[in-house]
């Protein structure tokens, strides 16, 4: 398939990749600063453009890999060619696209992508819609081909998904960001945190995660809770994070386990 990439960023550069090592031909990336357009046209070979006006209309598919707010103000530059158009995004509707392009569609990877870190596609959950059969059939398989974990999910169940995701990704490495910092004001390293963050990433492969939550809050420690908030007195913001999650945690452990 002929596929044209609009965006230069973290998703555009990790699904131009997967979609070249899977056969693909990449037409041209989009980008409206040259030196990224070029930079990942040259890794993927195809031609790189920074002007609307001569994106080609020969191609298979657009990929939409731009900022959210962005999508709607370019999708006047595709209406014209008729051919299908996809975005990348977890939180923009379908129909977004769809009002002003028939063959519209989304192609959503779960995960969170870096330049400098490579990422086995293999493995990345991919979230498809369309707003008609035919494209979500090009859709999901385009999807197979590059993904073992390909869903068909609706733009309602995506915003819960991205939503989901927020919680269990982004905001999770916030708190990585502030468990650095304080061992940092002490003179101690990340390092230390880094096994039991990947031991509690690993029990829940098999496990429900409220099933083997620990620490002094689903414990109902109320000593360690209050010696921990008096270490933080001279940073109240944290110690309104720890109160409002240790508060949660224990309303979570009451829910799931009553008042064992």
């Known amino acids: 398939m002929r596929i044209s990439i ?17 056969g693909h031909r990449i037409v041209q990336v989009y980008s409206r600063n ?35 707010d962005a999508i709607a103000k370019f999708i006047p530059h595709l209406c014209a060619f008729n051919i299908p158009v996809a975005h990348t995004s977890g939180a923009v509707s379908l129909q977004q696209l769809s009002d002003a392009i028939p063959n519209a ?14 990422v086995n596609f293999r493995d990345v959950p991919m979230c498809i819609e369309g ?9 999901e398989n385009l999807a197979r081909d590059i993904s073992n974990h390909v869903y068909q999910v609706s733009s309602a169940q995506r915003k819960v998904l991205h939503l989901a995701a927020v919680f269990a990704c982004n905001f999770t490495n916030h708190l990585y960001s502030i468990g650095e ?10 390092e230390m945190l880094r096994p039991l963050i990947a031991e509690t990433a690993d029990k829940i492969k098999g496990h429900s995660p409220a099933t083997v939550q620990t620490g002094p809050a689903v414990r109902n420690d109320e000593r360690t809770m ?4 008096q270490m933080l007195q001279q940073q109240p913001h944290l110690q309104d994070i720890y109160t409002l999650l240790s508060q949660d945690i224990i309303k979570n452990h009451i829910k799931h386990n009553g008042d064992k």
């Open 6 to 22: 609009i965006g230069s960023g973290n998703v555009a550069t990790h699904l131009s990749a997967a979609f070249k090592n899977a």
């Open 34 to 68: 040259m030196q990224s357009a070029a930079l990942l046209a040259y890794h993927v070979g195809a031609e790189a453009v920074d002007d609307p006006a001569v994106i080609s209309p020969g191609t298979d598919l657009f990929i939409l890999a731009i900022k959210d």
């Open 105 to 118: 569609g989304v192609f959503y990877p779960l995960q969170t992508f870096s330049k400098t870190k490579e």
């Open 131 to 139: 707003a008609n059969e035919a494209i979500t059939q090009v859709l």
């Open 181 to 190: 910092q304080l061992l940092a004001d002490s003179d101690m390293s990340f």
């Open 226 to 229: 209050q010696a921990h908030l």
